[in-house]
């Protein structure tokens, strides 16, 4: 019973670091309709230029701020330089140039901060809290935090802030939208800059976490793929309950099914529930229903 | 003098070589193609032999992606089948006269239930749906020590025939350039016929396809089907030429150097997967000549070839995708078309 609970809660924490990262995801799709397959290396340039800005003795705060600015803007820039020419193109070319653009940044990172692990200044104290008879790791705690806020801030937006109401009616029409005076370009960029700082944030969380920064980071982008999937590609609800079910999934997977396999059933076990889903619920638990027209 | 080309009938229209010229040319390029592993040093025959593995894979996820407008990310996935096929029935006496066809089949099954997915699922999805492909192979791969060695990988024995052994690149490339031509031959007429042209209606648009009665799920899984066939096939002679094959040796990133392979030959264009094939795989050996060449100036870029050659893969797909998105092949026809149009080419 312990060992279920513990595994219980491990998957909810991972989960919710899979939330997060899956709410830049949505945000991104909810209002231009392109899955980013360069998530986890917005997650990883996050990290490592909260590496380099507090490696120059800058406060941690300062840091953080100074990243997200960073992330905005290269969220922007990479909208406006790379995604907007592809506005209208198949949807194969959509997919490649964000695979395209994920090696681009991958190789950057490579290029100046090499392969090795670097150790991360720490936002936090690494202790574990003890929550009843478990301990969990207060980074988990805070990365639930976050996405708590996030959670409360992005509904808020989405439902009374100018340019969230603007955001969801991009997503509904881009000609009503377009008619009504909203600049859908104005809306792109802003979206990508919005998801950009939340993956820096998530890459913060995590690097943290593990005690360093690396390549691997960025393999997150691809792991939580099936909670945005689950979720349901349009729903910002979804994106963070689907997070929590594939946290909790891969944790209860791993720890009853690898000794079965010989490890790496956690890897694997969240892809397996991506094809059912897609078989059942192709637009997830929370997802628009699309109707086929010619 | 005569400017353009006029077909006057259909059969004309459909014409593999549309003009005696293209033939003549096309018989001296394959004179000279057979010629080069007569002289060529064993590093740039390793070259030839990897991008004619490459057109043949490359080919094989055109048919699917290009012609029939289905993604997939699970090219790697269906490489490491035919690669592994290939190993088992090696390594059990059986010779590759048998081999080579065997894991092609053997990689269509696969690829055909990798397509089930595909009745409900499009575009999105679809991808999503192969990247799970991607990552259950991988981990059948990894786990089924019997049959693949697991993380340790296995090997292969070298192909022979009569009791000629092909142990070198040199003997290699004469299976593997023939088996190369065969299918693109193959995919080449496979377009000028019903089921071709199925594939193609799909694409354009699936359910104007189904009110014509194309049974599009049939097509669907028939397009998963040759696909995987050709990709199978590749992973074989992939395993030949690896001679060790581990799951090491087809990450997601094989998947997506295919995929930039037909992104930069041309979607949907037979020319296009060579073009792609051929330049993905030079792309970084001329990097390497670079660099190599380069390093007395600056030492520091020997340690930044493995980030250069990814960012430089990384900004062709994305320039290409930009300003190019038909891909070398559209850049091929309108050089074509300018000379044959001459003096009148606008």
């Known amino acids: 019973m312990e060992f279920f609970l513990q595994v219980l809660l491990n998957g909810l924490v991972v989960g919710s670091i899979y939330s997060l990262v899956a709410l830049g995801f949505v945000i991104i799709f909810k209002s231009s309709g392109i899955l980013n397959f360069a998530q986890g290396e917005f997650l990883l340039l996050g990290a490592y230029v909260f590496l380099a800005i507090s490696s120059a003795h800058a406060p941690i705060g300062a840091a953080l701020l100074l990243t997200f600015a960073f992330s905005a803007v290269l969220g922007i820039v990479l909208e406006r330089l790379v995604l907007r020419p592809l506005i209208g193109e198949p949807i194969i070319s959509v997919i490649m140039v964000t695979l395209g653009l994920s090696s681009v940044l991958r190789a950057v990172v490579q290029g100046i901060w090499g392969t090795d692990t670097r150790p991360l200044p720490s936002v936090f104290s690494l202790d574990p809290i003890q929550l009843g008879p478990l301990p969990i790791a207060r980074g988990y705690l805070y990365s639930a935090g976050c996405v708590a806020v996030l959670l409360v801030v992005l509904t808020l937006f989405f439902k009374y802030a100018r340019p969230g109401i603007a955001m969801r009616a991009t997503a509904d029409s881009q000609q009503v939208a377009l008619s009504m005076g909203i600049s859908v370009r104005r809306i792109f960029a802003l979206s990508w800059s919005i998801a950009a700082v939340v993956s820096a944030v998530g890459g913060i969380l995590l690097a943290t976490m593990r005690g360093g920064v690396d390549g691997s980071l960025a393999i997150l982008g691809l792991k939580v793929l099936p909670a945005v999937i689950v979720g349901g590609l349009d729903s910002i609800g979804g994106a963070i309950l689907g997070g929590l079910l594939i946290g909790v999934l891969e944790n209860l997977s791993g720890g009853y099914l690898d000794p079965v396999f010989g490890g790496g059933v956690k890897e694997v076990a969240p892809f397996v529930a991506l094809v059912l889903i897609l078989m059942v619920r192709p637009y997830g638990l929370f997802g628009k229903v699309r109707i086929e027209r010619v | ?346």
Not at chain 2, 42 to 62: C, K
Not at chain 2, 184 to 190: D, R, S, V
Not at chain 2, 295 to 306: E, H, I, R
């Open chain 2, 1 to 346: 003098m005569r400017s353009g080309e006029f077909h006057t009938s259909y059969r004309a229209d459909m014409a593999i070589f549309d003009t005696a010229r293209a033939r003549h040319v096309l018989a001296v390029f394959l004179v000279v193609l057979f010629a080069v592993p007569l002289v060529g040093s064993s590093y740039w025959l390793d070259v030839l032999n990897r991008a004619a593995i490459a057109v043949i894979a490359a080919t094989g996820l055109n048919i699917l992606t290009g012609f029939t407008g289905q993604i997939s990310l699970g090219n790697a996935a269906f490489l490491a089948i035919g690669a592994y096929s290939t190993a088992y029935l090696a390594a059990h006496g059986v010779p590759f006269v048998v081999v080579i066809p065997a894991a092609g089949i053997l990689t269509a099954l696969a690829g055909m239930v990798f397509g089930v997915p595909s009745l409900r699922l499009k575009g999105l999805y679809l991808a999503m749906a192969t990247l799970a492909a991607h990552f259950i192979v991988e981990f059948t791969v990894t786990h089924w020590d019997s049959v693949t060695g697991g993380v340790n990988g296995t090997s292969v024995p070298a192909p022979s025939v009569f009791g000629f052994v092909l142990a070198n690149d040199r003997a290699l490339a004469f299976l593997i350039l023939p088996v190369c031509i065969l299918h693109l031959w193959f995919a080449k007429n496979l377009f000028r016929t019903r089921v071709g042209k199925a594939f193609v209606a799909i694409r354009d648009q699936d359910i104007s396809a189904e009110v014509m009665g194309v049974q599009v799920f049939r097509f669907k899984v028939l397009a998963f089907g040759v696909s995987s066939f050709y990709v199978g096939v590749a992973g074989s002679l992939l395993a030949y030429h690896a001679r060790i094959i581990s799951p090491e040796n087809f990450p997601l990133s094989l998947a997506i150097d295919q995929l930039g392979m037909i992104i930069i030959g041309g979607l949907g264009s037979v020319l296009g997967s060579i073009l792609g094939a051929v330049f993905l795989t030079l792309l970084p050996e001329v990097l390497r000549l670079l660099t190599s060449a380069l390093s007395g100036q600056f030492p520091a870029l020997v340690q930044l070839f493995a980030p250069l050659k990814l960012g430089v893969f990384g900004i062709t797909i994305v320039l290409f995708l930009i300003f190019e998105p038909d891909g070398l092949a559209a850049r091929w026809r309108r050089i074509r078309n300018y000379f044959r149009l001459y003096p009148f080419s606008y």
